[in-house]
């Protein structure tokens, strides 16, 4: 499933993007090292997985704004020799 223009639009930072997977993972090592539910660590494994395929591999990429300004054309005659 694609993310919708408003979830890309919010989660177009990085830091974002990683907080969220950063979480699921504490989560994650949680339900599986300390809790050991395995319904809870299948289900936030996949949470985990499918954020991991959208938010890493499958987020559209920025195109970088490497666009320099021109210097103004000089005006017609004038070959900017100053005589």
């Given at each position: ?6 979830d890309l639009t919010w989660f177009r ?57 021109q210097p103004p054309n000089p005006p ?8």
């Open positions: 499933m694609a993310l919708k223009q408003n930072p990085m830091w974002r993007r990683v907080a969220v997977a950063v979480f699921l993972t504490a989560w994650l090592a949680w339900e599986l090292l300390w809790s050991r539910d395995t319904f809870w660590a299948l289900l936030v494994g996949a949470a985990l997985a499918y954020t991991l395929y959208n938010f890493f591999y499958a987020f559209p990429k920025e195109n970088p704004a490497n666009e320099q300004i017609e005659g004038n070959d900017g020799s100053g005589s």
